[in-house]
């Protein structure tokens, strides 16, 4: 957990819902009121955002105490009762709206990444994101994926080297897409990992002639030429499969024996959890 980065983006998503002031519960709720509040369950799942809630409220108000019942990570049902938080009731009400909105996409993140987990059981294949992430969010978007059992992918355009079909097509190929990436990295004195792109058979013979990489992403690869680009891969590399996977076939991609299957639906088109804060 990077607290600099979340206190960042509390300070900002605060900025945003709060401006000059909550003034419903300004003018309606005695300053000095002390008031107690649940965390409600609504939906079945994976739960995922106490410990990013527990820093929404201390940044609030340091006075604000949370009792936590269930953690990141556990499977909830209708009628659970995740935490308790108590102190002014002016600053429960403050972090209510954010407390929430974060907490039920990331538990749908989290729910929608365990149940493909749970496809892969009994393989070797794990499921990564993407940077298909909503603008601002991404860090506490990645973060619910973890808490899901998936596994991060590079985080930005910063950490990892990811030729992708333009990059190949704006460098004038698949091997001088590779030599102009090995030459950057020597040239800068940078370590980051080298994954590129292939969308056939040809373009993989390209690459495993040329080597330089150190994963190789196997794009809309139908089942039986995934197997094939396996097969001649043989260990060598690190392979990824991507492209129309979806929750109904992804269990044959991993059959096909990929180390990794990237979904960008993980983030990119999820159905929150419905969470409620309600005042005891």
Not at 237 to 254: H, P, Q, V
Request: proline share 1%; hydrophobic share 40%; glycine share 10%.
């Amino acid at each position: 957990m990077d607290k600099e980065i979340l206190h960042q983006f509390i300070l900002n998503a605060l900025s945003e819902d709060v401006g000059d002031g909550d003034h419903t519960s300004l003018a309606t709720i005695e300053a000095g009121t002390r008031g107690k509040a649940k965390l409600l369950v609504k939906d079945a799942g994976i739960l995922a955002g106490v410990e990013l809630a527990r820093q929404i409220f201390d940044e609030v108000d340091t006075q604000l105490k949370l009792d936590t019942f269930l953690n990141d990570g556990d499977e909830i049902k209708p009628g659970d009762i995740a935490f308790e938080v108590e102190g002014g009731a002016q600053s429960i009400l403050k972090a209510e709206r954010l407390v929430l909105n974060c907490m039920q996409r990331m538990s749908g993140i989290a729910t929608k990444t365990h149940a493909i987990v749970k496809l892969l059981e009994g393989t070797n294949t794990k499921v990564l994101d993407t940077r298909k992430t909503t603008p601002g969010m991404r860090y506490l978007e990645k973060w619910a994926v973890r808490i899901g059992g998936g596994v991060n992918h590079r985080i930005g355009l910063y950490d990892m080297i990811l030729i992708k079909d333009n990059h190949v097509d704006y460098s004038g190929g698949i091997r001088q897409a590779i030599e102009n990436a090995n030459n950057y990295l020597q040239d800068t004195g940078k370590k980051l990992a080298i994954e590129i792109e292939v969308r056939n058979l040809d373009e993989l013979e390209q690459v495993l002639q040329t080597g330089k990489v150190n994963r190789i992403m196997l794009d809309n690869f139908d089942f039986d030429t995934l197997r094939q680009a396996v097969s001649m891969i043989h260990g060598r590399y690190i392979t990824e499969a991507s492209g129309g996977i979806t929750i109904d076939n992804i269990r044959d991609y991993a059959d096909c024996g990929v180390d990794y299957i990237s979904v960008g639906a993980l983030t990119h088109s999820v159905k929150s959890l419905d969470l409620s804060l309600k005042a005891v």
